[in-house]
């Protein structure tokens, strides 16, 4: 169970480790930068599965993912409400799921650590909040005990 204050610094960190994983899929230099990076990862580690040669309409899709996962990631740094972090562990949710389901498709192995960590995002900010008292759901005085 975590407490109002420990779940805004929760739902911030989630948003940090968004914008610092998806940052590179924001343009294509970047992305086409780190996809290099991970084939050559996945060829060294001898991990099963590819990464697929990317065609533009593929990197279009890369770039868009990215580009709203970074401003998701902003508003929750900036603004840590409960209800982002509910909605984030929905998102993560069906992240895993699409990724997982690529797993079972062939895709690169290493997409199994992401799995892993949206998985555990996803409980952390699943698990319930115990609000204190004089406080409101976002972490900040409730309008009647402004007063």
């Known amino acids: 169970m975590w407490t109002t204050k420990q779940y805004r610094t ?7 480790y968004d914008l610092l994983v998806t940052l590179a899929f924001v343009t294509p ?13 996945a060829l060294a580690l001898h991990l099963p599965g ?4 990317f065609e533009p309409m593929h990197l279009l899709m890369a770039n868009l993912m990215g580009s709203i996962v970074c401003v998701w990631a902003v508003l929750r740094i900036r603004d840590p409400q409960q209800a982002f972090g509910r ?12 990724q997982v389901y690529a797993l079972l498709h062939g895709a690169t192995a290493l997409i199994g650590v992401t799995v892993f960590f949206e998985l555990t995002w996803c409980v952390a900010q699943l698990l319930p909040v115990r609000g204190i008292a004089g406080e409101g759901l976002s972490g900040k005085p409730a309008p009647s005990a402004a007063r």
């Open 10 to 16: 929760l739902v911030r960190a989630s948003g940090w």
């Open 29 to 41: 230099w970047s992305f086409m930068a780190l996809r290099g990076l991970l084939q050559d990862m």
């Open 50 to 53: 590819s990464l697929p040669p």
């Open 87 to 98: 909605y984030d562990a929905v998102g993560r949710i069906l992240f895993a799921s699409w």
